[in-house]
């Protein structure tokens, strides 16, 4: 009995119709229609112009960050930038490896960088991207990485057109794995 192999998408030339940016699509972002009734989803849709000048800063920040993502394979380019308890804003962008598992997502390279600079305490991010008519939200891994230091930290996924929605890490991710459900012996 002969089986046909079955093809990674990877594996030889891509078609046309399967560029990096579907793959990338498909397994590394969770999306949600602009249009999508955002209270049905734990989302709640915000106006820019009435947000605390701290999380229009952040936004900025993000909007900003985004313009330098390393992303030549799948042109998919994140922003994010953290608000620290102290006031510190911490920015971050996307970062591809050609062995695409490898890739940095933009949330985790804030975190990254904010710890580096001894900031641990956060209380929000924005994460901005363009998607047309979907809104871009962490992926598992990012959200694992966010609740590991603040589960009620609220996120604003936003559009470079200030498109926006609010959510929490604790909406993004309930029944998180965090620090307090482990102890450790010393």
Same mark, same amino acid.
């Given at each position: 009995?002969?089986?046909? &192999?079955?093809?990674?998408?990877?594996?030889?030339? $891509?078609? &046309?119709?399967?560029? $990096?940016?579907?793959?990338?699509?498909?397994?590394?972002?969770?999306?949600?229609?602009?249009?999508? &009734?955002?209270?049905?989803?734990?989302?709640?849709?915000?106006?820019?112009?009435? @947000?605390?000048?701290?999380?229009?800063?952040?936004?900025? &920040? %993000?909007?900003?960050?985004?313009?330098?993502?390393? #992303?030549?394979?799948?042109?998919?380019?994140?922003?994010?930038? @953290? @608000?620290?308890?102290?006031?510190?804003?911490?920015?971050?962008?996307?970062?591809?490896?050609?062995?695409?598992? $490898?890739?940095?997502?933009?949330?985790?390279?804030?975190?990254?960088?904010?710890?580096?600079?001894?900031?641990?305490?956060?209380?929000?991010?924005?994460?901005?991207?363009?998607?047309?008519?979907?809104?871009?939200?962490? #992926?598992?891994?990012?959200?694992?990485?966010? %609740?590991?230091?603040?589960?009620?930290?609220?996120?604003?996924?936003?559009?470079?057109?200030?498109?926006?929605?609010?959510?929490?890490?604790?909406?993004?991710?309930?029944?998180?794995?965090?620090?307090?459900?482990?102890?450790?012996?010393?």
């Amino acid at each position: 009995m002969i089986t046909q &192999k079955k093809q990674w998408p990877l594996d030889g030339q $891509l078609s &046309k119709r399967r560029s $990096l940016q579907s793959i990338f699509e498909q397994n590394k972002t969770v999306y949600w229609p602009s249009s999508a &009734k955002m209270g049905d989803n734990h989302q709640e849709s915000v106006k820019y112009d009435l @947000l605390d000048s701290s999380v229009k800063t952040i936004i900025n &920040k %993000a909007q900003a960050i985004r313009e330098k993502a390393y #992303c030549p394979y799948s042109k998919f380019a994140v922003g994010a930038a @953290l @608000l620290c308890e102290d006031g510190t804003i911490v920015d971050g962008c996307n970062v591809e490896n050609v062995s695409y598992g $490898l890739t940095i997502c933009a949330e985790r390279a804030a975190i990254c960088k904010a710890i580096s600079q001894e900031q641990k305490s956060f209380k929000c991010i924005a994460i901005c991207a363009e998607m047309e008519d979907y809104f871009v939200s962490p #992926c598992g891994a990012c959200r694992q990485v966010l %609740a590991e230091f603040n589960t009620g930290m609220e996120v604003y996924l936003c559009k470079p057109n200030n498109d926006i929605v609010k959510t929490s890490v604790t909406k993004l991710l309930p029944l998180s794995f965090t620090p307090n459900w482990v102890s450790f012996s010393t």
